[in-house]
């Protein structure tokens, strides 16, 4: 039930008695710093002006030494994602126009800095009565909790200035309305919202990379992490990619009125490289909601677990027992990976499991951890916020969201940490959880040999374009080897 809000966590300091068993070394290594920077403090005030710039230049790669000034760390670190680039756009302005029959005004305003529901509702100008009258309209069905400074106030009023309908956006999918009936009464409900989804088939060339590719394609740049994650056994997509190398795909788009919202399911991708060959993945439900991506024989690509738990940008520290510390000197282990990734982020369960911790847990910030079959637990630390409703003893699937990206605790910027422990000892989830998926039970085969048959055809449909020699047009140096998110 606890969903903290995006910063809440963030300036809160862990108590020295707290058990923090994730990161208990970086913590130490974080008082020693603590206590490092102090001195050269105390050092450069004997040179004020020298010590304004060369203390927060020596601490600002790592950890912050003082109070987690966290704004100016995600700023500077946080790599831009498509997520960033959408919450940071400006809160819309009020907007006010006719109504479509021409009887009254429509007024479209951002929820903005307001300090609950009914205050929002006062300070965009509805009187007490309206105000009460909307909110005992839409209490069933909308939590007024859960509004933010984005969401959309939209208020319909007839000539005589009076409410005849409120709408209320929280996405372009998650839409409250009140509308006055014939007796004069608000009545609320959730709007249902249309969602087409449409499969589409895309192919392309590589020239610089694949993300730039897929761009051309007329593709989101997010659709990179499905082939990275998909052959991340077969392929190193940062050293192998070559300029003419190839991609296909099959994927389904879900719109809002023409807009899109984001891609459902990823059916087939193929690459076709000059280092790595030729590889195919289907994806295949053996129960629902519990897809993963398959080769022609039936072999899922991955073990019983998603070695990387969300869609990151890059890894910005790996797992490392014997980390050598680049201020202390020392060696500090580093006990998981971090992923950086923006704010937001779905952060996944990477297997089936029973969640045993939920909450607030000093250096890791929000944190989630969960106990899994074969004595594993994994954990995801930095959470800006906890998936609706998600409690201690819950059981979870792999796949299901547990969490958002964020940057609680100490962390210099939007990332996720992810931990792997096995029997209480932390390895390496890279390589514990690398292992060759397993085939599909037998009863699925025929079935999904079938389904695999008919994308495989679908695939060999889809234009490619020319090789870059030929596209003289638009020429692209042939730069390789190639990022996979440039
Ligand atoms: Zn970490």
């Known amino acids: ?83 960033d680039a959408a919450a940071a ?22 929820f903005g800095s307001a300090i609950g529901f009914r205050p929002a509702l006062v300070e965009a100008g509805c009187t007490g009565a309206e105000a009460d009258a909307l909110i005992a309209a839409l209490t069933e069905v909308m939590d007024f909790r859960r509004c933010r400074p984005s969401h959309e106030l939209i208020f319909e009023r007839d000539v005589e200035g009076t409410l005849t309908r409120f709408e209320y956006r929280a996405s372009s999918t998650q839409v409250y309305e009140a509308h006055r009936n014939a007796d004069g009464d608000f009545e609320g409900s959730r709007v249902e919202v249309p969602i087409d989804r449409i499969r589409i088939a895309r192919g ?59 891609y459902g399911t990823v059916y087939a991708i193929e690459v076709r490289g000059q280092r790595f060959g030729e590889h195919r993945a289907y994806w295949y439900e053996a129960r629902p909601q519990h897809g993963d991506f398959h080769d022609e024989t039936g072999r899922a690509f991955h073990g019983g677990w998603l070695r990387t738990p969300l869609r990151y940008d890059h890894i910005s520290s790996p ?61 995801y630390a930095h959470l800006s916020r906890f998936a609706a409703g998600l409690e201690r003893g819950q059981t979870v699937t792999q796949r299901q969201v547990i969490g958002y990206v964020g940057s609680t605790g100490r962390s210099t910027g939007p990332h996720l940490h992810f931990g792997l422990a096995r029997h209480g000892r932390f390895v390496d989830p890279q390589v514990e959880l690398n292992g060759p998926g397993r085939m599909l039970a037998a009863n699925h085969l025929a079935r999904f040999r079938r389904i695999a048959r008919t994308l495989r055809a679908e695939l060999d449909a889809i234009e490619v374009g020319p090789a870059p020699d030929d596209a003289a047009e638009e020429p692209e140096p ?9």
Request: aromatic letters at 4%.
């Open 1 to 83: 039930m606890s969903e903290p809000s995006d910063d809440g966590g963030v300036r809160h300091r862990p108590l020295p008695s707290v058990g923090i068993p994730l990161l208990r070394d970086e913590v130490r290594a974080s008082r020693v710093r603590r206590v490092v920077a102090g001195s050269l403090v105390g050092v450069a005030l004997v040179a004020i002006l020298l010590a304004v710039f060369v203390v927060p230049e020596l601490v600002g790669e790592e950890e912050p030494a003082e109070e987690p000034d966290d704004t100016l760390a995600s700023a500077e670190t946080a790599p831009l994602s498509l997520l």
């Open 89 to 110: 756009s400006a809160p819309p302005e009020v907007v006010e126009e006719p109504l479509a029959d021409g009887a009254g005004t429509r007024t479209v305003r951002p």
């Open 204 to 262: 392309g060339t590589i020239r610089a990379s694949l993300g730039a590719a897929l761009e051309r394609a007329g593709l989101g740049r997010t659709l990179v992490g499905v082939f990275v994650e998909t052959f991340e056994r077969q392929i190193n997509f940062n050293t192998q990619t070559r300029a003419g190398d190839t991609f296909r795909i099959i994927v389904e788009e879900e719109r809002v009125a023409g807009e899109l919202l984001r």
């Open 319 to 379: 797992f490392d027992p014997r980390r050598l510390h680049p201020i202390l000197r020392r060696v500090v282990p580093h006990n998981g990976v971090d992923y950086a990734a923006g704010t937001g982020t779905p952060v996944w369960a990477a297997a089936d499991g029973t969640v045993t911790f939920v909450g607030a847990r000093g250096a890791n910030g929000n944190l989630v951890s969960v106990q899994h079959e074969n004595g594993y637990e994994t954990h």
């Open 478 to 486: 042939p730069a390789a080897p190639t990022e996979p998110t440039d």
